[in-house]
């Protein structure tokens, strides 16, 4: 069974600031997608940025990029310049990419962006 | 197409009174996922339709839960006789195979 940790429960950032949110991973698979996922308060979860664990190159999307180191099995997501509107919990997600694949997510991590 | 649409947005039911609820995904996706979330908490696997056919079921889906897809469109999630552990956000989600995830914006239930 595959698990994702999240260690940090909350974290806060300064507009136009950067933060990195961790996240850790178990698996025994070698074919897998790592996610991270936006959830707003009281609004639904969207997707921020998508790795398949296969590329050694670390997807970027605008202001978010991830650091996916898969050996040590972490997948870390810095969000530069934060902007007021990346106030949300950030999931992170592991989906096996079998026939019957699933994502798994970590506990979150609640971001505040302030002035 | 307007994405994945859940119904209702809230409920609000006794202990003992059975509830369902209903999640239109995007037409042409095959796979919809059912996912619970309790505050604080990241979703948690519920159950998964590939087109019709119902191909996994967590260990959480106790007996007094029950989902269907006829037809492989909506699906429905109902719940037997709700205990207060049962207060939670229920996440529907819908993909194409091999594709990303698009979620719904959740029904929440609070059992009272």
């Known amino acids: 069974a595959q698990t994702v940790t999240q260690s940090q429960p909350e974290m806060s950032v300064q507009e136009a600031e950067t933060v990195t949110l961790s996240c850790t991973y178990d698996t025994s698979e070698s074919n897998y997608y790592l996610f991270w996922y936006k959830q707003p308060p009281s609004r639904q979860m969207i997707l921020v940025i998508r790795?398949?664990?296969?590329?050694?190159q670390n997807a970027t999307e605008n202001r978010f990029s991830v650091n996916f180191q898969k050996a040590a099995k972490s997948f870390s997501l810095k969000i530069s310049d934060s902007q007021l509107g990346d106030t949300a919990m950030y999931f992170c997600?592991?989906?096996?990419?079998?026939?019957?694949?699933?994502?798994?997510f970590g506990t979150g991590t609640r971001l505040q962006v302030t002035l | 197409d307007t994405g994945v649409s859940q119904d209702p947005r809230h409920k609000i039911t006794k202990r003992g009174q059975n509830v369902t609820f209903r999640c239109d995904p995007i037409s042409e996706h095959n796979r919809l996922y059912w996912y619970r979330q309790t505050l604080g908490q990241g979703p948690e696997f519920l159950t998964y339709f590939q087109n019709e056919a119902q191909l996994e079921k967590s260990r959480l889906l106790s007996d007094r839960f029950s989902a269907e897809r006829p037809k492989g469109s909506f699906s429905t999630l109902e719940i037997q006789r709700t205990e207060q552990g049962d207060s939670a956000m229920y996440l529907c989600a819908s993909s194409l195979t091999g594709g990303g995830y698009t979620f719904g914006s959740g029904t929440r239930l609070t059992v009272v």
């Open positions: 997600a592991f989906e096996y990419t079998g026939t019957a694949s699933k994502l798994t």
């Open positions: 790795q398949e664990a296969y590329k050694q």
